[in-house]
């Protein structure tokens, strides 16, 4: 299953031909982990985890609003709390941040107090009139006043009213004054509480033009996703001219302030320390100005070298603007990718809760609160929940990538385009799902392998930062950041390994393998679209923030009585940056399948009768144009026939 251990020969490229399952010993493997992921859920229903923290429980191991077992060694144990469904918190305000609970007596009450009761006599009144105690099991309410460990069974005065949380049951006070401790650090950084209540109302009474830019930003997001086809060529040119700018300026600027300090330093009038000063700056000065001269030389030479793959990653970026326009589901893909994302994580929360609450329940013999604790075998079930976040997570973003990949490659091998499928969007992610999840789960499963150890060495690092020394602290950098840079690589070849089994149904090693060649053979090709391609994308996401901060300043202008801006222009610049970055992001990868697919059309093809490109017009402009320049040779395929796609597309 591994790639060494890959069997499958090496084959001619058949865009969408010959569709097969891939990988199926990986999706069997995913499947069952899927399987033991539902496993842990049940698991904890079944042990009425999910039961207790949906119902809340009582210091004594009672589930609120059920029938409980007794538990060894715990008095109060084992009691009917059918009409007891409320969790009542004696000191509801005693908080232990670093445990994230309540450090208080919790008790089943039938009733939470919706008004004041400030001495005892009124808690003891509230009991007989609701039948709500509010002390504990052992004090019946007619010893409230008198009973001598009221002090520490009953619950501080005053008890604040309250009210039940929808769903959690618990008595949760109406004025959440007494969290305003925990709250003072927030405050600190203002140093005003005027001003964080100005930043407040801003937000408040701007809410209405803060979801109008929101959408601004949304709609100035696709539109960049269309027309970025032809302002890409402007922006690779200012680009270049103020790369070229400003190494032959800067370069400049060290060689006159090498000749500035070399006559300032023969000057007769500096003492010996000035001349010593003087002339180590001249060394200074003089390598700087050597180092960038040689660096400028390199760097025009590299571009001269270059220009002609520029040209490429313009017609690449006017490609994938037509793409958007025959094929505009793929603008909903970000949509679809989130939904599917936050409906996994909030089932992964809910389960990682109810395993908080699991387990056995044990007495803590110095507080004398029960306690669930997970012991033996199942405390792991944590930690493959905490591999099941990781992983599933990246398959639902390979999913997206193999969606993607697939509709592209249908656009690119179709020569009559009238003969697409209706929707090559649904087409691709019906292909994926029968035949190439087993490949999803394995690209995904190598990313989750890289990952892991990344976030255990960050969050050592976290653990000891101040405690480890100066060597151990750059060998946990250097480990991450070499990990870092090995996620990043790998996800970039995985993209394109989904790319190449969407083309030929080959396994993922296969398609890695494959791709990896193809990329080899055009590496400065890669090396201008990741460079110049980058950099124009980031212009884009630049340039529908500008514009959404600068329709945010003239609508809160002629809003006079907004006094503070700062947060609300705040906001909506940081989610139009998200919304041009997802957006843009769909962009890349159409731009980097593209490549993909004219890297192995320009192999395969050569123009001539039986040999036909299958590329775009101004794909096809790029090619003639590199012939006349000598830049590309009619020889450059391998002479192997790259066959027709099926007529109007592969069905899935």
């Not at 232990?96 to 001495?119: G, H, Q, Y």
């Not at 052992?138 to 005053?158: A, F, M, Q």
């Not at 001249?282 to 390598?287: D, T």
């Not at 394109?496 to 090709?525: D, G, Q």
């Amino acid at each position: 299953m591994g790639c060494c251990s890959s069997t499958e020969g090496k084959r001619d490229w058949k865009p969408l031909e010959e569709r097969s399952c891939t990988d199926i010993p990986w999706l069997i493997i995913f499947s069952l982990f899927c399987i033991g992921m539902v496993c842990i859920c049940g698991f904890s229903v079944a042990t009425g985890a999910a039961s207790r923290l949906i119902s809340g429980y009582d210091s004594y191991g009672n589930t609120c609003g059920q029938k409980n077992s007794p538990i060894d060694g715990v008095t109060l144990s084992g009691k009917d709390m059918t009409e007891n469904k409320y969790v009542f918190f004696l000191d509801p305000c005693n908080l232990d941040l670093i445990n994230r609970k309540i450090k208080s007596l919790a008790l089943c009450v039938s009733k939470c107090p919706s008004t004041e009761l400030k001495t005892y006599s009124d808690i003891k009144q509230f009991a007989l009139n609701n039948g709500s105690h509010l002390c504990s099991y052992d004090i019946s309410p007619t010893r409230y006043t008198g009973h001598s460990e009221k002090g520490t069974k009953c619950p501080k005065l005053p008890v604040p009213p309250s009210k039940s949380v929808p769903i959690f049951h618990r008595c949760i006070p109406v004025d959440v004054g007494c969290y305003a401790e925990f709250a003072q650090a927030f405050i600190a950084f203002v140093g005003d509480n005027n001003t964080l209540r100005r930043l407040a109302a801003g937000v408040m009474a701007s809410k209405e033009i803060i979801m109008g830019l929101c959408v601004l930003a949304l709609v100035l997001s696709l539109i960049m996703m269309v027309v970025i086809r032809y302002i890409s060529k402007v922006l690779v040119w200012i680009l270049t001219v103020l790369v070229v700018i400003g190494s032959i300026g800067g370069t400049g600027i060290l060689w006159w302030l090498y000749v500035d300090h070399r006559n300032a330093a023969n000057n007769n009038t500096l003492s010996v320390f000035g001349k010593e000063v003087a002339s180590d700056n001249v060394k200074a000065l003089l390598v700087y100005a050597i180092g960038a001269t040689v660096f400028t030389v390199v760097l025009l030479i590299v571009m001269f070298i270059m220009r002609k793959r520029v040209a490429l990653t313009i017609s690449l970026f006017h490609v994938a603007g037509k793409v958007f326009i025959h094929l505009p589901l793929l603008a909903l893909q970000p949509f679809w990718t989130f939904l599917c994302l936050m409906l996994f994580w909030v089932y992964w929360i809910a389960v990682l809760l109810f395993l908080g609450t699991a387990g056995t329940a044990t007495k803590n013999n110095s507080t004398g609160v029960v306690e669930y604790e997970m012991q033996g075998p199942l405390q792991y079930m944590v930690w493959y929940h905490a591999v099941g976040l990781i992983w599933i997570s990246e398959f639902i973003l390979a999913f997206q990538q193999m969606t993607i990949s697939g509709a592209v490659v249908t656009y690119y091998f179709t020569r009559n385009k009238s003969q697409m499928p209706i929707t090559p969007i649904l087409s691709s992610m019906l292909r994926t799902l029968r035949y190439h999840l087993g490949t999803l789960a394995k690209g995904s499963f190598i990313i989750t392998l890289v990952k892991i150890p990344r976030l255990i060495l960050t969050y050592i690092h976290s653990q000891l930062k101040g405690k480890e020394n100066a060597c151990a602290r750059c060998m946990l950098k250097a480990c991450v950041c070499c990990l870092w840079c090995l996620e990043k690589c790998l996800a970039y070849l995985n993209q394109n390994a989904y790319t190449a089994t969407a083309i030929n149904s080959t396994s993922f090693c296969t398609s890695a393998r494959e791709a990896f060649l193809i990329l080899v053979e055009n590496a400065l090709r890669v090396a201008a679209i990741n460079t110049v391609g980058d950099f124009v994308l980031f212009l884009g996401k630049v340039l529908v923030v500008s514009c959404t901060a600068f329709a945010g300043v003239l609508a809160l202008n002629y809003q006079r009585e907004y006094t503070v801006w700062v947060l609300p222009l705040l906001i909506v610049c940081l989610f139009a940056f998200l919304v041009a970055h997802c957006f843009l992001s769909v962009f890349e990868n159409v731009v980097d399948v593209l490549f993909l697919c004219f890297a192995v059309d320009t192999k395969y093809n050569d123009g001539s009768p039986g040999r036909e490109y299958y590329m775009d017009k101004a794909l096809m402009e790029y090619v003639e144009n590199s012939k006349k320049m000598g830049g590309y040779k009619p020889g450059d395929g391998d002479g192997r026939e790259l066959k027709s796609m099926a007529r109007g597309g592969t069905s899935a």
